[in-house]
């Protein structure tokens, strides 16, 4: 029997993470994550409705650019 091929990209959604997971991956509240959107200064995210998601892209992308040598770089 022949199996369909496997697709080596993966799709958005199977990279995407809720508010609680990105939360909990940075040691945050949900409320920081919350402020942030409604501030802005945080990473991107998508919503859907009520829901709101992060692309591990995007978490990736906010990490990177937030990376600092000493306490004094900003």
Not at 21 to 39: G, M, P, Y
Not at 46 to 53: C, E
């Amino acid at each position: 029997m022949l199996t369909p091929p496997q697709h080596k990209e993966t799709s958005h959604l199977s990279q995407a993470f809720t508010e609680e997971q990105v939360a909990n991956r940075w040691s945050l509240s949900r409320k920081t994550l919350q402020a942030w959107r409604l501030n802005g200064g945080g990473p991107k995210f998508i919503k859907m409705g009520k829901s709101v998601r992060y692309l591990s892209t995007d978490l990736t992308e906010f990490e990177e650019v937030n990376k600092k040598t000493s306490t004094s770089s900003d």
